[in-house]
């Protein structure tokens, strides 16, 4: 029987290898490219509800110039600030809220398939 020459061992070698390895590491990328999938879809909500938030107060933010302007008296401008700050107050504190939730549900259903995942490849590799 001849015998195999160092270069063939190690090319055999790296090619079992790595098919292998692919093989046995496809659960985890599968598990990878869903929670991907489910973070980006998680964080492009975060971004349309920034945005949308931001809008709203800038809109308010800049209409108390011209609310101002139209004061008269005293009690009106004490009127228009204490409404603005009411309103940001009850608005920045409803955004916190509505973040909190949707980072509570990037926690839950973005992580979600992992564990299924990883039970999925403990048992291929067994």
Known sequence: MAEKTR???SEEMASFGFDTMMQMQRPTFTAMAE??????????????EWTSFVNRRLKEDLAVPQQL?????VQDFYRV??????NAYADY???????T???RSIAETALQ????RAEEASRTKH
């Open 7 to 9: 270069s063939e061992t």
């Open 35 to 48: 929670l991907n999938g489910r973070l980006y879809e998680s964080f492009a909500a975060v971004n349309k």
């Open 69 to 73: 302007a139209e004061c008269k008296t």
């Open 81 to 86: 600030y204490a409404q603005f700050f009411q």
């Open 93 to 99: 504190q409803a955004e916190l809220e509505q973040m």
């Open 101 to 103: 939730k949707l980072g």
């Open 113 to 116: 398939p992992l564990p299924s």
